[in-house]
């Protein structure tokens, strides 16, 4: 079983800074992708950030490049993003997703419970 945990949200003033942090645990062979989405109060989830574990390549959504930063910490299997000059329409519940691969093969996909994240103007 795979579990991811989010932690870092909170309350912050437009044009501050947060960093969330997505701890995966269990028996994983291979993670394959890890991302950040958000949802928004009657908006879809939307992709925020997404980071290719082998190559470390990079993925952002338009709104929130050159202001969100996704890594990875291989050796605690953590990712983190660093969100910074955030906005009030940043607001929503962030969760992390990973992408995995399983030990017979199969591609896996787990979702954490999400962290509230509020930008007042």
């Known amino acids: 079983q795979v579990r991811l945990a989010e932690s870092g949200g909170g309350l912050v003033q437009a044009g501050g800074s947060l960093e969330l942090s997505c701890m995966i645990a269990?028996?994983?062979?291979?993670?394959?992708?890890v991302g950040w989405y958000r949802q928004a109060p009657a908006k879809q989830r939307e992709l925020v950030a997404q980071i290719t574990t082998g190559s470390g390549a990079t993925n952002y959504g338009d709104s929130v490049k050159g202001r969100f930063t996704i890594s990875r910490i291989n050796a605690k299997n953590m990712v983190s993003l660093q969100m910074n000059s955030l906005k009030p329409e940043d607001t929503a519940v962030y969760y992390c997703?990973?992408?995995?691969?399983?030990?017979?093969?199969?591609?896996?996909?787990?979702w954490g419970q999400g962290t509230q994240v509020t930008v007042s103007s």
């Open positions: 269990g028996s994983i062979p291979r993670i394959n992708t």
């Open positions: 997703n990973a992408e995995w691969t399983d030990w017979v093969g199969l591609q896996r996909d787990d």
